[in-house]
């Protein structure tokens, strides 16, 4: 934990000197020491890399909190339709009240990634044997119909590329006054760490969960608002970062066991350290250009989702 | 006597042909092949909003077919109500094409890879224009479609107003210093190079560019923070803003009013052409399209200066 922790805080740092001004400790403290480095690093960098640090952990958190709530170790939010909810309530908020501030906008994004979360549960009671297989790929057709219903809209009102554009998670856009909204992502991941317990318990099931004295319905409506927050506010600063909230909370498993208390605070840190990585990596490859975070992370983290899947099926004979 | 009046009668029916003459088959060669066709067409559908700009600019009122979606705004009223919707700009409507029989079918850039179906169906013709070349394309079109309609004359007009209004602008950019085309959606920022959409306000009116080499890979441009403008710095920003060209109108304005851009030459100096976004990013090979570019840029020089 400690490693991990340490080496996501010296990213950041580095994270902090990647870019094409010119922001380097000489320029910053030395000899011709002058305020536009300070400026560009208290405007552009640090946001970009509180950003970063916020929506990773954040949507890691999201991953875990869904993976416990279905009981199936390959959901998250981009593949269980909540990501696409969330779009489109933004695009019906964009369509019929482009005028809203951005947080009423968040808000109703967030109120259609609940609907459209609680509608794949409510799908999944259909699903016979609850296949290890199956659920995902349910929530991937889901995801596929949401999907399809924003095109149509997003096409007749001619906003495809602006849905394009908030489908690829990407934060070449961050500055000081346009991230904040992910702190919202971070009260959630403290929130999630606190209600850790009743979260282990009500993935143990209905049943068991009942039987010790837990309101069952409370925790999963609790778990679906947090996952539903997390998403939405993900979406409307930076963007969709796919399979984030998979592959760390199941390497994390891998690692220390399912132990929610214990496994947060690793399912943050390592998710924030995954997309520190993801995002000065893209940040240098086409220097000066950028190949958008949902790039990097979608092509790593589809090749991870592959091998859990096929690892998933391999153990089971 | 006789002979000689036989003689004018015969030289006055040819006379009386010759405008007719065009009714022989003409060939049209085009971005896919050559078309044949027998006479000029009483009705044409377009795929493509630039075809339609250049057709309306030729004074062609035969057009029955236009895309379904996304009309340019400086276009809307001048489409005629009864025009058949004709699929969107990359999927044309074959079978609404077909059961029509239009004389022409006109397809472009978004809606080229049709063609080898709609030539299948009626007189098919590709006019996608090469960016890298973007103004001898457009003048190259315009000229087709007068020898397809027998408006010679008027292509002439058209080109030659284009020409006119190019040099105009070329002459008001002149010693302007650089410049950058940026493209603005959903709160993102891409680069326009050599090889888009806009690229003729480097290559035809000779605006020093800020870069080398940007891969206009994708629509939206290359993908650059506030940063790259910072240091880049050019002394005039062309705005496509793409979030304008759907409805949220001065998006792109609230979008670089910021601390960084604040630090900006081009900002201080009042140095931001917003290009009509329309015309920019969605019929961008269009005649009255590019018109009303030429004249953004244009004011928007005259203004600072």
């Not at chain 2, 050559?34 to 009122?61: H, Y």
């Not at chain 2, 109108?249 to 917003?274: K, M, S, V």
Request: aromatic content about 8%; charged content about 15%; glycine content about 10%.
């Amino acid at each position: 934990m400690g490693v991990v922790v340490a080496l996501t805080m010296m990213l950041a740092v580095a994270s902090l000197f990647v870019g094409i001004s010119d922001v380097s400790l000489s320029t910053l403290f030395g000899a011709g020491a002058h305020d536009r480095a300070m400026r560009v690093l208290l405007v552009s960098r640090i946001p970009r890399t509180a950003a970063i640090l916020l929506a990773g952990s954040a949507l890691a958190i999201a991953g875990l909190v869904m993976q416990i709530i279905v009981r199936n170790r390959f959901v998250e939010p981009s593949t269980a339709g909540t990501t696409e909810s969330a779009s489109l309530g933004f695009l019906v908020v964009t369509i019929f009240a482009p005028g809203w501030p951005l947080m009423a906008k968040m808000l109703v994004a967030a109120v259609f990634a609940f609907a459209g979360t609680a509608l794949f549960l409510r799908i999944l009671r259909f699903v016979p044997l609850r296949d290890v297989m199956l659920v995902p790929l349910v929530g991937i057709m889901l995801g596929g119909v949401i999907g399809a219903v924003t095109t149509f809209f997003a096409y007749r009102f001619d906003l495809l590329p602006s849905v394009l554009a908030w489908t690829i998670g990407d934060f070449s856009g961050v500055l000081r006054g346009r991230y904040e909204l992910l702190w919202f992502g971070l009260a959630a991941t403290i929130l999630a760490y606190v209600a850790a317990d009743r979260f282990t318990v009500a993935g143990l099931g209905r049943d068991v969960t009942t039987s010790l004295g837990l309101n069952y319905k409370a925790v999963m409506t609790f778990g679906l608002a947090l996952v539903a927050v997390i998403s939405s506010v993900t979406l409307v600063s930076v963007g969709s970062i796919p399979f984030l909230g998979l592959i760390v909370p199941n390497v994390v498993s891998l690692m220390v066991g399912d132990n929610m208390r214990i496994t947060v605070p690793w399912v943050a840190a390592l998710g924030a350290l995954f997309v520190l990585l993801c995002d000065i990596v893209g940040r240098i490859v086409r220097y000066p250009y950028e190949i958008p975070i949902g790039v990097t992370v979608g092509v790593v983290g589809s090749a991870i989702f592959l091998y859990l899947l096929l690892r998933a099926r391999g153990s089971r004979g | 006597m006789f002979k000689t009046a036989g003689g004018l009668v015969a030289l006055a029916t040819v006379l009386l042909l010759a405008p007719s003459a065009s009714a022989q088959p003409i060939e049209i060669e085009h971005a896919q092949g050559t078309t044949t066709l027998d006479a000029v067409p009483q009705s044409v559908m377009v795929t493509d909003w630039a075809a339609f700009d250049n057709l309306d600019a030729l004074g062609i009122e035969v057009i029955e077919g236009v895309p379904a979606s996304a009309t340019p705004p400086y276009l809307a009223g001048r489409v005629p109500a009864d025009a058949q919707a004709i699929g969107s700009l990359q999927e044309p409507d074959i079978e609404g094409i077909a059961a029509a029989d239009p004389d022409l079918v006109i397809v472009a850039s978004r809606s080229r890879t049709s063609y080898p179906m709609l030539s299948g169906i009626a007189p098919t013709i590709d006019l996608t224009v090469d960016n890298h070349d973007l103004i001898a394309g457009v003048e190259a079109n315009i000229t087709r479609l007068g020898a397809i309609f027998d408006r010679e004359e008027r292509a002439g007009e058209l080109v030659a107003a284009l020409d006119a209004k190019v040099e105009e602008a070329r002459a008001a950019a002149e010693g302007k210093g650089t410049g950058l085309v940026i493209v603005t959606n959903a709160g993102r920022l891409g680069v326009y190079g050599p090889g888009s959409r806009v690229a003729w306000i480097y290559d035809a009116l000779g605006v020093p560019s800020v870069f080398d080499d940007v891969d206009d890979s994708d629509h939206g441009g290359d993908a650059i923070s506030f940063e790259y403008l910072l240091e880049t710095n050019p002394d005039w920003l062309f705005v496509v803003d793409r979030d304008a060209g759907v409805g949220g109108e001065g998006a792109a304005r609230a979008l670089l009013d910021n601390d960084l851009i604040h630090e900006t030459g081009f900002w201080q100096n009042d140095r931001i052409i917003y290009l009509d976004p329309a015309a920019a990013y969605v019929t961008m090979h269009g005649y009255s399209g590019l018109m009303v570019l030429l004249d953004q840029v244009i004011a928007g020089y005259e203004d600072a200066s």
